[in-house]
């Protein structure tokens, strides 16, 4: 009898074991991947009524998933709308969080709690792999030549494979790992606003104020046009890093064969796959592959690479077998940008409305990066999880800053108190399961100029407030503040709680 016991108690454990298993059919949460485009507009999509640029492969996700139509990320430009997503709080709420300047330290702090902290609490490895912009190090000259630290490790994210700024910044080369990859020790980097000289060491790199011949590719003007690499002039100075710098046009195809050794090395348990591109960001000069694919020039082919990019992370979770077990999320960090900074080809007119060709990279909207409108922070938003997510389209109101609440909630995860001060669940929205969304949101622009949402109503408060009833007026055209003193006098009321106690209070 005590054998038989045993052995049932044996059994027991054995079978208990076997049902803890995380990667065991039907009970492993789903991966999660973000393929977020750089100052792509809601007009730069095939699917959200771009004409002249084809984008085959987010038609293809927003087919096969659901098309949002008014979701938002928090910023209209950058570096606050990466901020505000990764830590669940409008980057208002921190000083330093504008445009992050080339030497900027790190943004967010080691020891905030952060979506891929949210991730990893839940079982899931991470990675980010693309443009970071988020600041480095917190140390000043940043340790280029030695260990960045702290590097995205420090903020939930397992790996990283990153641009450290912008490819119009210096230095123009990838860190993984806490440092810069292929990096020569007897050529160092040094970066610096103003021109590098002979006493201070490294490679030299034409100077496109002095020497605009340099300039070979996309020529820039003044603010761009300091360190020449790859023929195309950069915001800063630098020197050293050869052996380590990249390409302009090799940066996508660099992006997508690491995402590709990464999800190879951990497609058998859950990953979170934050995957920030450089595309549509000047400099735009894309693989020639791509050149006239588009009816837009540069802008238009760096769209088109775009596309692709979306494509190949597609496929390689086809080719693993990952596609019903993974969350695809498509989405940009600010509306659209035409000639900004370098001579690409990019046509723009001075009208109310600007346009590329007759290309509105904002669709119907007003406004697009850097600006508080419509046009600066409706971006292009798709969710597709085969089977869970019921094709469509959702008019609901979204925040990407509601990511990691929503996120928090289909995982039944805590977000520690006092952090994610303005990230709600709003999983249900994100789903396709609530058509409404939230009934207020708030947004940005690089400083602390914000905005409220309130259903249809917009809200920008200031001297010379502005009200719009976006329902009948779509393009911002018509302020009434004049005309609906109560509801401009309630949202600004709304506006000022908001502002001190955060939207998930």
Known sequence: MMRIACLT???????????????????RPPNVVILYGDDVGFGDVGVYGSKMIPTPRIDALAAQGLRFTDAHCAAATCTPSRYSMLTGEMAFRQPGTGIAAPNSNSLIKANRFTLP??????GYTTAVIGK???????????????????????????????????????????????????????????????????????????????????????????????????????????????????????????????AGKWIEKNKDKPFFLFFPTSDIHVPRYPH?????????????????????SCGAIVDLLEKHGLTESTIVIVGSDNGPVYDDGYKDGTETKKASKASDRGHFGAGQYRGGKYSIYEGGTRTPFIVRWPGKVEPGVS????????????????????????????????????????????????????????ALRYKQWKYIPGKNAELYDLSKDIGEKNNLVNQQPGMAQKLGEMMQTYRKQGLAE
């Not at 979204?398 to 994610?420: H, N, V, Y």
Request: glycine share 10%; proline share 7%; net charge negative.
């Open 117 to 122: 902290d949210l991730f990893k609490q839940a």
């Open 395 to 450: 008019d609901a109101l979204f925040s990407q800053t509601d990511l990691m609440g929503s996120f928090a909630a289909m995982l039944d995860r805590d977000i520690p108190e006092g952090e994610g001060m303005d990230s709600r669940d709003e999983i249900d929205t994100l789903l396709g399961k609530d058509k409404v969304g939230s009934e207020v949101i708030l947004v940005q622009t690089n400083n602390s100029k914000v």
């Open 288 to 308: 020639k592959r791509f050149w006239g694919k588009s009816e837009l020039g540069l802008r238009g082919d760096a769209m088109v690479s775009f596309d692709w």
């Open 132 to 258: 970071w912009h988020l600041g480095l190090d917190d140390e000043q000259p940043i340790q280029w030549n030695g260990t960045i630290d702290p590097s995205p490790e420090a903020i939930g994210f397992d790996h990283h494979f990153i641009l450290p700024t912008t490819n119009d910044r210096v230095p123009s080369v990838y860190v993984s790992g806490g440092k810069v990859l292929n990096l020569d020790p007897n050529d160092p980097i040094t970066i610096s606003p103003k021109p590098l000289g002979d006493d201070v060491p490294g490679t030299a790199y034409p100077n496109g104020r002095t020497n605009p011949e340099a300039m070979t590719k996309t020529p820039g003007d003044h603010q761009h046009a300091c360190s020449v690499t790859n023929g195309i002039s950069r915001i800063w100075f630098m020197k050293g890093g050869k052996s380590a710098l990249w390409k302009d046009e090799d940066i996508a195809d660099d992006f997508v064969a690491e």
């Open 9 to 27: 108690s044996l059994f027991i454990l054995l079978t208990l074991c076997a049902s803890a298993q995380p990667d065991e059919p039907g009970k």
